[in-house]
């Protein structure tokens, strides 16, 4: 079912349902008491002198009694804000017209920091409990598909003579659900699984960043070369090698290269095996499918809650699968590469290239370290990773009113990766978030990543993969294989061309301009809705100073 945006997660109590049910209740349980007590006697008769009929009247008395109580209590608490508001003394004489003050209420217009500090705890923030319950019960899920998979498919002999890939047994959890950044709601998460080749083959991983003639797009893509292994003779590897080779490699310019494709159609049909395997013990917690990848998607696990479960914080989750080779220091290339293209057909390969021999790079362990250095240098109370969450939240917000085209090119432009990476960019340009990134200064940090992101949308600065840039992380990230240091720099932005850019660098501003009303529009208590819903003003340029 598609998430609604500006769904979060919290658990709040919704008073319009709230006390009708209670005095419902209430009435339903004083009703029965009365029948109960009026029928636990049937053949008894009243003493001598009593009057039957006003025990019934003064029963139906005490029940009138009990309902009135029970209206009038929920008539208050209904009532409550209003009561408080008429109560509350007005402004100042001087300042009745005021502009801060709105027209509608007796209260100043909150201010920016206020309608952040309220969107994010109502509409962003998620809930750590409910976090914390569907990252293990990920775990323990993923987990039992991944050991039935390397119990089925362990490394030997297949019918041919070919040795197959295989799980490794374990599985790595990466994005933003692990980096402490996500989002709203917790529903969906990406999982590395890494493979395990035969033993006589080895690879040979080559950055395509100065291939010439090569398109922007495709400047962080890999191949991955078969090569002997040490010492072993040429001859009787490449023998030993063919059956591997002919079932998951393509030729690239006259050598053999390991095809991202073929292992990706691979990986698939091995999670449908290992999920029949585990389908059966999962039954009683939780209903499990797959759902297939394309050439841009790899296969996601959907985990659906079950009726007779009652654990708590069961919610329907999306697991993205994605096939992974290991090349050395926590660095991944992952199965499918990223889209060659942000829209239209993908961008034309230099001669002998081929596109399923095309990989991607996943640097998620790097990140993490990163984040954590940073994390270990920042000051007490550092809300850097809640301004990354507050610009998710903007770009999502400037993504309404937008079509279907137009709202898919902005994700791309502005995803979750370019928006985390400009974080890290200024970071490491301030060597470390000091006193100026605490919760009294969001604003005006927030404002620092919109400006940023404005100049490099604008190509007046170039926004570099953070392990792939100019210099890179090493210092801080630790060593890299030898395939990344001789990579050459990644501009996350150059796919796009300087239209595309210029609009996004547009919408932008506007959404930042505009983000007060869409603040009081779209999110936080009713109390901060105080205007009336936004609308687009035109841009008049791009100012040097105000984001």
């Known amino acids: 079912m598609p998430r609604r945006p500006g769904m979060s997660v919290h658990y709040t109590l919704n008073l319009r349902v709230f006390w009708p049910l209670v005095t419902g209740l209430c009435t339903a349980l004083v009703c029965l008491y009365h029948v109960l007590r009026g029928s636990g006697a049937p053949g008894a008769e009243p003493p001598d002198g009593a009057d039957g009929g006003g025990s019934g009247e003064g029963s139906g008395y005490q029940l009138f009694q009990v309902a009135a109580l029970l209206f009038l209590g929920y008539v208050l608490l209904r009532c409550r804000h209003a009561v408080r508001q008429r109560l509350l003394p007005g402004p100042p004489r001087g300042l009745a017209g005021h502009p801060a003050f709105s027209a509608r209420g007796r209260f100043p217009e909150p201010s920016l920091g206020i309608l952040l500090e309220s969107y994010y705890e109502h509409e962003v923030r998620l809930s750590p409990h409910v976090l914390g319950h569907s990252k293990a019960h990920v775990s323990r899920i993923v987990g039992e598909l991944v050991r039935a998979g390397r119990a089925r498919g362990a490394p030997g002999p297949i019918p041919g003579g070919a040795l197959a890939l295989a799980f490794r047994g374990d599985f790595i959890q990466v994005g933003s659900a692990y980096e402490q950044h996500k989002i709203r709601r917790p529903d969906g998460f990406d999982v590395l699984v890494p493979l395990r080749l035969p033993p006589p083959v080895a690879l040979e991983p080559r950055s395509l960043g100065a291939e010439p003639g090569l398109a922007p797009a495709l400047h962080g893509c890999f191949v991955c070369a078969l090569k002997a292994p040490p010492g072993a003779a040429g001859g009787p590897w490449l023998r030993d090698c063919k059956p591997f080779a002919d079932a998951f490699c393509v030729d690239v310019r006259g050598q053999r290269h390991l095809s991202a494709t073929l292992v990706l159609r691979w990986f698939q049909a091995h999670l449908q095996?290992?999920?029949?395997?585990?389908?059966?013990?999962?039954?009683?917690?939780?209903?499990?499918?797959?759902?297939?990848?394309?050439?841009?998607?790899?296969?996601?696990?959907?985990?659906?809650?079950?009726?007779?479960?009652?654990?708590?914080?069961?919610?329907?989750?999306?697991?993205?699968?994605?096939?992974?080779?290991?090349?050395?220091?926590?660095?991944?290339?992952?199965?499918?590469?990223?889209?060659?293209?942000?829209?239209?057909?993908?961008?034309?390969?230099?001669?002998?290239?081929?596109?399923?021999?095309?990989?991607?790079?996943?640097?998620?362990r790097q990140e993490q370290k990163l984040l954590s250095w940073l994390q270990e240098r920042a000051a007490p109370g550092a809300c850097y990773l809640k301004c990354l969450q507050l610009l998710k939240a903007l770009r999502d917000l400037g993504a309404r009113g937008?079509?279907?085209?137009?709202?898919?090119?902005?994700?791309?432009?502005?995803?979750?990766?370019?928006?985390?990476?400009?974080?890290?960019?200024?970071?490491?340009?301030?060597?470390?978030?000091?006193?100026?990134?605490?919760?009294?200064?969001?604003?005006?940090?927030?404002?620092?990543?919109?400006?940023?992101?404005?100049d490099c949308l604008l190509r007046r600065q170039t926004l570099f993969h953070c392990v792939l840039g100019p210099g890179g992380a090493a210092a801080e990230v630790g060593p890299l294989p030898k395939a990344l240091r001789e990579a050459g720099p990644v501009d996350l932005l150059a796919p796009f061309d300087g239209r595309a850019r210029e609009v996004a660098a547009a919408r932008l501003l506007s959404t930042w301009r505009r983000l007060p009303q869409l603040l009081r529009a779209y999110g936080g208590p009713r109390y901060l809705a105080r205007c009336p819903l936004p609308r687009a003003p035109r841009s008049r340029g791009f100012p040097e100073d105000e984001p």
């Not at 841009?296 to 479960?309: G, K, S, V, W």
């Open 273 to 364: 095996r290992a999920l029949a395997a585990v389908r059966y013990s999962l039954e009683g917690r939780c209903r499990v499918s797959l759902t297939p990848g394309g050439l841009e998607q790899p296969p996601t696990l959907h985990i659906l809650p079950c009726r007779t479960d009652y654990g708590c914080c069961r919610l329907s989750m999306a697991v993205r699968l994605i096939p992974a080779v290991h090349v050395g220091d926590g660095v991944f290339l992952v199965a499918p590469p990223p889209p060659p293209a942000p829209a239209g057909s993908p961008p034309e390969l230099p001669g002998g290239l081929r596109a399923e021999a095309l990989w991607g790079v996943n640097t998620a």
């Open 402 to 454: 937008l079509d279907a085209t137009a709202a898919a090119q902005w994700g791309r432009i502005l995803s979750s990766y370019v928006l985390k990476t400009a974080l890290l960019a200024v970071l490491l340009r301030d060597e470390a978030p000091s006193a100026r990134w605490d919760d009294g200064h969001l604003e005006q940090r927030l404002a620092q990543l919109v400006r940023f992101l404005r």
